[in-house]
């Protein structure tokens, strides 16, 4: 799985949007970008993942660039309960993939009042 | 909506003792993972498990460690002889087994080795 590189921390203001970059310049064209977040050593919680067109959900929004090599997570309006950390993850859904989850360091996105 | 859960959601324990960490994953899921949390570290991954048997493991996955599938809805971890290297936080997993690989996580079980 490709690595991927992410900004150790970042402040948002609370109702502004909060935007997480991740780099992943090794991608291979049948890998997925995941997003994940843990809040204070609770379980990681899935948020959104995508290929190469952007994605919406609920919770965020995902840009990919039109090159693959990176990605950002978008939360419109975060609130003061998205403080976490916030994991990029690229892996492929090839048959013989296991499923692990490799986590890195992540982002911890600190919402200020 | 339907969650992994485990128990119990804090454990004590004396070096050198077995412990059996319990978890419930999503009815109907076919993948099952452990992973750990060491205090301030990162999250690492455990072991993989896939119709009945083990289908990856990691380095920390040693002798030590076994997980078992009981009955149709458990999954567990037992750590046979703990040390005060294994207290951490400790999480299962689930994943459907089709379509995007999104795994489903419980709230975790605190282990802590005196």
């Known amino acids: 799985d490709a690595k991927t590189t992410q900004p150790p921390s970042m402040d948002c203001a609370e109702g502004r949007a909060a935007n997480l970059p991740c780099n992943h310049s090794?991608?291979?064209?049948?890998?997925?970008v995941y997003w994940y977040r843990q809040i204070h050593s609770q379980g990681p919680q899935y948020i959104i993942h995508?290929?190469?067109n952007n994605e919406t959900n609920e919770m965020a929004s995902l840009i990919i660039t039109e090159d693959r090599k990176s990605s950002t997570l978008i939360l419109p309006h975060a609130t003061l309960r998205d403080t976490a950390v916030y994991y990029c993850?690229?892996?492929?859904?090839?048959?013989?993939?296991?499923?692990?989850?490799?986590f890195g360091q992540g982002t911890t996105l600190q919402v200020k009042p | 909506e339907p969650e992994v859960t485990q128990t119990p959601s804090h454990q004590v324990t004396q070096m050198g003792q077995e412990v059996i960490l319990r978890c419930v994953p999503i009815?109907?899921?076919?993948?099952f993972y452990w992973y750990r949390q060491i205090l301030g570290q990162k999250v690492e991954f455990l072991v993989s498990?896939?119709?009945?048997?083990?289908?990856?493991k990691s380095e920390i996955f040693d002798d030590q460690f076994s997980v078992e599938r009981p009955d149709g809805s458990n999954f567990t971890l037992k750590i046979r002889s703990t040390k005060l290297e294994d207290s951490a936080m400790y999480f299962c997993?689930?994943?459907?087994?089709?379509?995007?690989?999104?795994?489903?996580f419980g709230p975790g079980t605190r282990l802590l080795v005196l």
């Open positions: 498990f896939y119709n009945n048997e083990i289908s990856e």
């Open positions: 090794t991608i291979s064209g049948n890998e997925y």
């Open positions: 009815s109907n899921h076919l993948y």
């Open positions: 993850i690229v892996r492929d859904h090839g048959s013989s993939n296991t499923g692990k989850l490799i």
């Open positions: 997993a689930s994943f459907a087994g089709q379509g995007p690989r999104t795994q489903y």
């Open positions: 995508g290929l190469k």
